[in-house]
């Protein structure tokens, strides 16, 4: 009884073998579901960034209102909020650079993935398949190119984040003219700040659902090369 189950389970060793997915779809299939996270990540990050921008034009109107009826007490009042809200947006960047250069590393690896795969292709002698593979090492090097723009810009939001701190600090409490008239435009700045990141959060969206499509339609084609 023993030997006729271990013949049987050799003979049923190919068959399971088959059955399980290449690992070029395996991968595909692990990438479509990281596109999925990186979209509804996109979805707060849009939700967040319009919220913080409404908040900066309250900011802005309250602080005009203030500066308005003359009272330092008001200014003050306004001053600390802007203080809070810069120190918030200043978390958020932090977290945003990290977010963002690890898209980046993982755009690196598929690269990776996708060289190995072209030249086992021509090794193999599958120009077919080693044209799509090229397609897909083109998409792996414009999406490297995109977050690691990205990852500057954000970078560069980080620090002039942490100089208005700074600045505005320095600030907050004082009534004179000078003052009142800086920290206006700090605001103001903040302002332009708040609306530029809603701006990109609707491309990067974009540049998500892309690769999206891309990684679906690599997916196909593994799929139709392994028939």
Known sequence: MRTYAFV???????????????????????????????????????????????????????????????????????????????????RESNREVVQKSNEVARDQNEQRRDRGEVNRDV??????????????????????????????????????LRGIAQEYGALAGRADPPAVERKRALLVELNNMAAAEVRQDVRETREDRRELREDRREIREDRRQRR
């Open 123 to 160: 090794v193999r002698g599958r120009p077919g398949q080693a044209a799509d593979d090229r397609r897909d090492l083109r998409d792996d090097r414009r999406d490297i190119r995109d977050d690691r723009r990205d990852t500057r810009r954000e970078m560069m939001d980080n620090n002039r």
């Open 8 to 90: 049987f389970a050799v003979s049923l060793a190919p068959t399971i073998a088959c059955a399980q997915p290449r690992p070029e779809i395996r991968q595909d299939k692990r990438e479509l579901r990281q596109d999925k996270r990186e979209l509804r990540q996109d979805a707060r990050q849009t939700r967040d960034d319009v919220r913080d921008a409404r908040r900066f034009a309250v900011l802005l109107s309250d602080y005009d209102s203030a500066r308005a009826s003359g009272q330092p007490a008001r200014i003050g009042d306004v001053d600390r909020r802007v203080q809070a809200a810069i120190d918030n947006e200043i």
